[in-house]
């Protein structure tokens, strides 16, 4: 999907297509994610791991085969919808496998650090490869590239053990996984988590548009997109190694303080060089949160509504992000893209202060993962 991210709306800026088109494209990335999370949390809660994740495979090399054959804007979004829903909802399945895995929070820590290593990796290897190969071979030997990568994860998960099912609540009445926002902290977490997920779409959207609007070839963009998951790749094989020591509310505090300042110089970075540099410290800094988010998730929900709250996290920035490019677009062709980057930085930084409210102190005592 990052390789598709990056690929798709390039050709659609080639092809003549406005910041606006290109921001819809976008957009459609996280849109089916909307619709599936909740269903495929309820899902997931019931089937596990493997099943979801095979019809996540077929689905994923599917939507970027039909851009192989046609590759025009129609098909485009249509890979994107198929790409999209099938990374979010692999992406639940295997976040709630992980996480009843975990004995304690530490280990929550630990584990989700090295989980979120392979989304990091992901997003330096697709843009950076999509980059490579559209310059050298064409958009089409890209996207059938992305159609092959998803085959990968079936490999390494086929073999994978099955966790035994949680049994839900006996004798109630089925909750609504609305009722989950009815506590104060998930509400919490969940405006903390939309913000820092909005820094990562507002990233994605506008580092191509700079670069094409300075002349980058796609190749240097891959590069500067490729360096920003590099650096979220380092800071979470870091991360295991200190989870003993380090506190989710005060990594998620940091970062957005730092992301709300770094926000506010990228425009300014007029280089490949200096733009490299502003996404490596924002890959340090964003790459660091996604851990701690899932942590402090599993640790004030139920063990048996972990895939619904998974979920919930999901669509709650999945629809976000459908809407985030759209606007971004928008703005982006009537003010230009820096005010984007400017406004963003400006409501995350403004958004470390219910981060800060995350800490421990003011949260009930962290509960058995099983």
């Known amino acids: 999907m990052a390789g598709m991210r990056m690929a798709a709306p390039l050709l659609a800026l080639r092809e003549g297509f406005s910041a606006l088109a290109v921001g819809f494209l976008l957009a459609l990335f996280a849109l089916t994610q909307v619709f599936l999370a909740l269903p495929a949390g309820r899902y997931v809660d019931r089937h596990g791991l493997k099943r979801p994740v095979g019809l996540c495979v077929l689905a994923a090399s599917v939507g970027a085969g039909l851009a192989v054959i046609y590759p025009v804007f129609a098909v485009l979004c249509l890979s994107a919808l198929m790409t999209g829903g099938a990374t979010g909802v692999a992406s639940i399945s295997l976040q709630r496998h992980v996480g009843r895995a975990a004995q304690d929070a530490n280990e929550l820590k630990k584990v989700f650090s090295w989980l979120a290593i392979g989304p990091a990796v992901s997003n330096f290897v697709g843009p950076l490869a999509a980059g490579l190969l559209i310059d050298h071979s064409g958009f089409r030997t890209a996207f059938l ?141 964003l790459g660091s949160v996604q851990p701690m988010i899932m942590s402090t998730l599993h640790q004030i929900t139920p063990e048996a509504r972990h895939g619904e709250a998974l979920g919930l996290r999901l669509m709650s920035i999945n629809a976000s992000s459908v809407l985030m490019p759209l606007l971004f677009g928008t703005a982006g062709a009537v003010v230009g893209v820096s005010v984007v980057f400017w406004t963003v930085g400006l409501a995350v930084g403004a958004g470390a202060r219910p981060a800060w409210l995350l800490r421990p102190g003011l949260r009930p005592a962290s509960p058995p993962s099983r």
């Open 145 to 285: 590239f992305m159609a092959v990568l998803p085959l990968a994860t079936w490999f390494w998960v086929r073999h994978t053990i099955e966790l035994p099912p949680v049994a839900g609540q006996q004798g109630k009445t089925p909750n609504k996984a609305w009722d989950l926002l009815r506590e104060p902290l998930m509400r919490r977490l969940m405006l903390v988590n939309w913000l820092l997920s909005s820094c990562w779409d507002v990233h994605t959207f506008v580092v191509p548009v700079l670069g094409h609007e300075r002349g980058f070839s796609a190749s240097v963009i891959g590069a500067i997109l490729g360096a920003f998951a590099l650096a979220a790749t380092f800071v979470r094989v870091l991360l295991p190694l200190f989870a003993s020591r380090v506190r989710e509310w005060v990594i998620v505090t940091s970062a957005m303080a730092i992301t709300a300042v770094l926000f506010g110089a990228y425009p300014f970075m007029q280089s490949p060089l200096a733009m490299g540099v502003c996404s490596v410290l924002l890959g340090l800094a």
